[in-house]
Nanobody, 124 residues
Framework: QVQLVESGGGLVQAGGSLRLSCAAS????????MGWFRQAPGKERELVAA????????YYADSVKGRFTISRDNAKNTMYLQMNSLKPEDTAGYYC?????????????????WGQGTQVTVSS
């Protein structure tokens, strides 16, 4: 069993920055792929960024490339999402997810554990 707890969301002006954290319990974090998803009202949940078990392979959605950075610290059982140059269209609930097995996938259905989410609101 893995429990995930997100933190770091909030209200920020356009152009600002936030850093999300996802703290994981359990001994499988270091061998799990991780992802950050987001969901805005009336929209489907979408993959924003993902990272494999070692941190050497990452993925970014086109909409956040060059602005967001995903990273992980396996010693601390924690994953991060540094979000810079935020835009109003980044406003959404952000969720971290874990997939047992080292490689990430793009579909939310393939992730095994989810956090409760943290809200990010970007004002114009």
């Amino acid at each position: 069993q893995v429990q995930l707890v997100e933190s770091g969301g909030g209200l920020v002006q356009a152009g600002g920055s936030l850093r999300l954290s996802c703290a994981a319990s359990g001994r499988t974090f270091g061998s799990s792929a991780m992802g950050w998803f987001r969901q805005a009202p009336g929209k489907e949940r979408e993959l924003v960024a993902a990272i494999n078990w070692s941190g050497r392979s990452t993925y970014y959605a086109d909409s956040v490339k060059g602005r967001f950075t995903i990273s992980r610290d396996n010693a601390k059982n924690t994953m991060y999402l540094q979000m810079n140059s935020l835009k109003p269209e980044d406003t959404a609930g952000y969720y971290c997810a874990a997939r047992l097995g080292g490689n990430y996938y793009y579909s939310a259905r393939l992730y095994d554990y989810w956090g409760q989410g943290t809200q990010v609101t970007v004002s114009s």
